[in-house]
């Protein structure tokens, strides 16, 4: 038994978690101080969720082995009320607020201020006012989250624990989906509770944030404890050497080489313009013009909001976006793309940034979601799928793409991020198609991960496919795209070569005002 030092809010010991097939944890030891922000990295896949799972009561007590001591007690979470009761909670990825309901109302949720039975609205929004100024969301509590931004939607997640008199904060993936302004919010709200005696637990992919935020950060690797780093410790840690824990080895280029061979335009794109769906007066991508050769990575640079997601779904058989007009050409001839199997016929494909809730069918099998993006590949004259050589179809992306799964009948929902990310890829490209658009391929995944998708990019414009990759990670564009467009306020401001790429450049085109 490892012996508890007087600092120490939280242990782990010899944590152990089965699913049928899989071993998630294997004898994991964490080791938290009071106060501290202490972070867990690893891979997709690693056992990070699992072993938050467990502490929180997710996954209750005797559904694993191992003990967890809190304040040197010995304590036995049978669900998740038990675990908040002692001030352990837990923000997930996926966030669980109700859109249609106030803020007020999602926040004191289960919990609500009520006398003699009786709901007290007057102190719910009182109470709600106070948590909102105390994460720094300047928003009636009245609002409901259906009207928030995903970074205010994560504020009111915060709000929402520290209701719960919350002693050990957990949040998963925290700033996945937020921009670089939110994120720095939030990175510097957890600095403070910090400060206030607060102590946090975060799991992130981000390393550059970890670096900057965490006190301590605990690699785990294929569900088994590998090492914990001080931050503060006289050995500098550089990303670098956290990689190396979460991989076993290092990755002295986190992107692939490759000597591109680029060939005859493919797509090219004119006076693209699409309006809001709802405010119709409204442009959101303003006069595009862009073009993808064959065997060309083209990358799409822009802050939040600046239309890339727009531009790139409306061109997708008209996906998003009303009153849209302008001019598609493939190979020199033009195209008409006025609905998604047209747009699918005509040789484009596009991943979404939302692989969970557009990407995949989370409740169907790899297989399954292979084939769903053409099914009439697999099907004989009377209409019927030809089981057989779809099985064999999934198997063969399954290994070529190192889907990590027992078989193709696994189910989606249960993988990895980066192997639902693989699963898309999968899909999209069993469709055959001449143009790829991959729209933030790597979001929420892993350097080690990251490395393969890129490989798989590659792999793909190697193969003579025209591919265009919409990123909010400069570094990414920069490292894999052959040319990279900058849009701003819904136009394209700017175009720069693989070789005169930097994140200064491509920032000065991405903040450009509109000039007409």
């Known amino acids: 038994m490892t012996e508890v030092s007087g600092d120490l809010v939280l242990e782990m010991l010899g944590i152990t978690k089965e699913f049928p097939g899989v071993k998630a944890l294997q004898d994991v ?23 938050m799972k467990v502490l929180s009561g997710v996954y209750p007590h005797g559904s694993y082995s191992g003990e967890i001591r809190l304040n040197g007690e010995a304590v036995e979470f ?7 009761a002692r001030g352990i909670v837990i923000i997930h990825q996926e966030l669980a607020l109700i859109p249609q309901v106030s803020i007020a109302e999602n926040i004191f949720l289960g919990n609500e201020k009520a006398g003699a039975g009786v709901l007290d609205w007057n102190a719910t929004h009182r109470a709600a006012a106070d948590l909102l100024a105390r994460v720094g969301l300047k928003e009636n509590p009245g609002t409901t989250p259906s009207e928030l931004g995903v970074g205010k939607q994560q504020l009111v997640e915060i709000a929402k624990a520290l209701s ?10 925290p700033t996945a989906a937020l921009n670089d302004d939110d994120s720095e919010h939030l990175l510097q709200l957890l600095r403070e509770f910090r400060d206030q005696g607060m102590t946090c637990i975060i799991i992130s992919h981000k390393l550059g944030e970890i670096t900057s935020v965490a006190d301590r950060v605990t690699v785990i690797r294929d569900g088994r404890t590998i090492e914990t780093l001080d931050l503060h410790g006289a050995e500098p840690v550089t990303e670098d050497r956290i990689i190396r824990g979460m991989v076993g080895r290092s990755l002295e280029n986190r992107f692939p080489s490759r000597n591109a061979t680029i060939g005859q335009e493919v797509l090219r794109i004119e006076d693209w313009t699409v309006h809001h769906p709802v405010d119709t007066e409204r442009v959101v991508v303003d006069h595009a013009n862009l073009n993808v050769r064959a065997g060309e990575i083209v990358g799409l640079a822009g802050l939040m909001g600046a239309g890339r997601t727009e531009l790139a779904m409306s061109l997708f058989g008209r996906s998003w976006g009303t009153n849209i007009s302008g001019r598609v050409y493939k190979h020199g001839k033009e195209i008409q793309l006025r609905n998604v199997p047209e747009a699918i016929r005509h040789g484009l494909a596009y991943t979404t940034e939302d692989r969970k809730s557009l990407g995949l069918n989370l409740i169907q099998t790899i297989r399954e979601n292979i084939s769903s993006s053409a099914l009439g590949k697999l099907m004989d004259w009377m209409g019927v799928i030809r089981g057989e050589e779809e099985m064999t179809v999934a198997e063969r992306y399954r290994r070529d793409f190192g889907i990590k799964a027992p078989t193709v009948e696994s189910v989606v929902g249960k993988l990895s991020g980066g192997n639902q990310q693989k699963v898309v890829l999968s899909k999209w490209v069993f469709s055959d198609p001449d143009v790829l658009i991959l729209d933030e391929p790597t979001r929420g995944i892993d350097v080690g991960a990251k490395y393969e998708i890129y490989s798989l990019v590659n792999a793909l414009a190697e193969a ?6 919409i990123s909010s990670e400069l570094p990414e564009l920069i490292g894999v795209c052959d040319r990279v467009y900058a849009v701003s306020q819904g136009r394209i401001t700017g175009e720069v070569p693989r070789e005169r790429a930097t994140q200064e450049e491509l920032m000065r085109y991405m903040t450009m005002e509109k000039t007409r």
Do not use: F, Y
């Open 164 to 173: 719960k008199k919350v002693d050990v904060l957990i949040l998963d993936e």
């Open 29 to 51: 030891n964490l080791q938290v101080r009071r106060g501290e922000i202490h972070a867990i990295c690893g891979e997709n896949g690693a056992g990070k969720s699992t072993l």
């Open 78 to 84: 049978r669900g998740i009320r038990d675990s908040e």
């Open 464 to 469: 003579g496919k025209a591919v265009i990759v």
